[in-house]
C-alpha cells in the first residue's frame, strides 16, 4: 500500500489489514505540513512534536492490526507538498516495486481531495508504467476511497463514476467494522476529520487509467476550498511536467 498521510490506510482498509499476510505499508508523508495550523490545534509548538505524535497514532492503530513495524516504510515527503517531488516519489515507488515485487499495490484515487493523495496515485501509475515499459512484471493498481468534494461539502466511502473501474463494496461483518472503529480511536489528532468516514464498508476497485493532466472531475476541486498550498491548475501543471521528465507524457498527461 502506498498511502499519503498516518490514518488513510485505516480510512481506505483498516478493517482488511488484519487479514491480510503479507502487507507492506509505505507512506508518502509524515502527515505534519509545514503550517503549524493542526500543530497548535492539538496543543503542540513545533512541526517534529505533530509528526512524532502522528507516527505514534499510527503505530498503535497498527499494531491492532497486526502489521509488523519491519513492513512499514516511510518517504519523508512534507505534508501537502508531495506534488512538488512527483519525479522523486514516482522513482522512489518504482524502486520499492522491483524490490519486493507484489502482486497488487493499493493506493488513493485520482479525484481532488486532497493533492497528496492524487500525488499518490500519480507516484503509482507512474512507476508500475516504468516497470512494465522495463519488462519487470508489474502489479495490479487497486484504489480505495477516500474523499471528493460533494454537493454537501465531502463525499466518502464512494469512488468517482468511471466507465471503465468495476467497484468491490462488499459490506464489512461486524467484528471487522469494531476493529476498524478502534483503529480510529488511535488517531485523536484526526477526531474531526474521522467523524466523516463509514467503518461498514471499505470499497476497491481496479484502478482506471487516469490522464493527470486534466482535472478528475468538472468544477472546484475539495483541496481548493482550503488553503494547502496548491490549486488543480498548479497540481496538473507539475504532473504533466513529471510525466514528461519520468518519459511517460503519452500515457498519463
Given at each position: 500500500m502506498i498511502v499519503a498521510h498516518p490514518d488513510d490506510e485505516v480510512i481506505g482498509v483498516g478493517a482488511r489489514l488484519c487479514t491480510w499476510r503479507d502487507v507492506r505499508l509505505v507512506y508518502a508523508t509524515n502527515g505534519a505540513p509545514r503550517d503549524m495550523r493542526d500543530a497548535y490545534?492539538?496543543?503542540?509548538?513545533?512541526?517534529?512534536?505533530?509528526?512524532?505524535?502522528?507516527?505514534?497514532?499510527?503505530?498503535?492503530?497498527?499494531?491492532?492490526?497486526?502489521?509488523?513495524?519491519?513492513?512499514v516504510h516511510e518517504l519523508g515527503f512534507s505534508d501537502q507538498e508531495t506534488a512538488r517531488?512527483?519525479?522523486?516519489?514516482?522513482?522512489?515507488?518504482?524502486?520499492?516495486?522491483?524490490?519486493?515485487?507484489?502482486?497488487?499495490?493499493?493506493?488513493?484515487?485520482?479525484?481532488?481531495?486532497h493533492p497528496d493523495h492524487d500525488a499518490c496515485a500519480f507516484a503509482v501509475s507512474a512507476a508500475?508504467?516504468?516497470?512494465?515499459?522495463?519488462?519487470?512484471?508489474a502489479p495490479t493498481r487497486l484504489e480505495?476511497?477516500?474523499?471528493?468534494?460533494?454537493?454537501?461539502?465531502?463525499?466518502?466511502?464512494t469512488f468517482l463514476p468511471s466507465e471503465?473501474?468495476?467497484?468491490?463494496?462488499?459490506?464489512?461483518?461486524?467484528e471487522l467494522r469494531d476493529r476498524k472503529r478502534a483503529m480510529f480511536a488511535c488517531f485523536g489528532s484526526q477526531r474531526q476529520t474521522l467523524r466523516y468516514f463509514d467503518c461498514a464498508i471499505e470499497p476497491l476497485?481496479?484502478?482506471?487509467?487516469?490522464?493527470?493532466?486534466?482535472?478528475?472531475?468538472d468544477g472546484v476541486l475539495?483541496?481548493?476550498?482550503?488553503?494547502?498550498?496548491?490549486?488543480?491548475?498548479?497540481?496538473?501543471?507539475?504532473?504533466?511536467?513529471a510525466a514528461h521528465a519520468l518519459g511517460l507524457s503519452g500515457q498519463m498527461a
Amino acid at each position: 500500500m502506498i498511502v499519503a498521510h498516518p490514518d488513510d490506510e485505516v480510512i481506505g482498509v483498516g478493517a482488511r489489514l488484519c487479514t491480510w499476510r503479507d502487507v507492506r505499508l509505505v507512506y508518502a508523508t509524515n502527515g505534519a505540513p509545514r503550517d503549524m495550523r493542526d500543530a497548535y490545534r492539538v496543543g503542540l509548538s513545533s512541526r517534529e512534536a505533530y509528526a512524532t505524535l502522528r507516527r505514534a497514532e499510527r503505530e498503535r492503530a497498527l499494531r491492532i492490526a497486526g502489521v509488523d513495524p519491519a513492513r512499514v516504510h516511510e518517504l519523508g515527503f512534507s505534508d501537502q507538498e508531495t506534488a512538488r517531488e512527483l519525479v522523486d516519489c514516482a522513482a522512489r515507488v518504482a524502486v520499492l516495486l522491483r524490490g519486493t515485487r507484489p502482486r497488487v499495490v493499493i493506493t488513493h484515487p485520482y479525484e481532488g481531495g486532497h493533492p497528496d493523495h492524487d500525488a499518490c496515485a500519480f507516484a503509482v501509475s507512474a512507476a508500475v508504467a516504468m516497470l512494465a515499459r522495463d519488462g519487470v512484471p508489474a502489479p495490479t493498481r487497486l484504489e480505495m476511497s477516500s474523499y471528493h468534494v460533494a454537493p454537501n461539502g465531502i463525499s466518502t466511502g464512494t469512488f468517482l463514476p468511471s466507465e471503465t473501474a468495476l467497484t468491490d463494496d462488499a459490506r464489512l461483518p461486524l467484528e471487522l467494522r469494531d476493529r476498524k472503529r478502534a483503529m480510529f480511536a488511535c488517531f485523536g489528532s484526526q477526531r474531526q476529520t474521522l467523524r466523516y468516514f463509514d467503518c461498514a464498508i471499505e470499497p476497491l476497485r481496479i484502478a482506471p487509467r487516469y490522464r493527470f493532466g486534466t482535472p478528475p472531475h468538472d468544477g472546484v476541486l475539495f483541496y481548493e476550498n482550503f488553503d494547502w498550498g496548491i490549486t488543480g491548475h498548479e497540481w496538473r501543471a507539475l504532473a504533466r511536467g513529471a510525466a514528461h521528465a519520468l518519459g511517460l507524457s503519452g500515457q498519463m498527461a
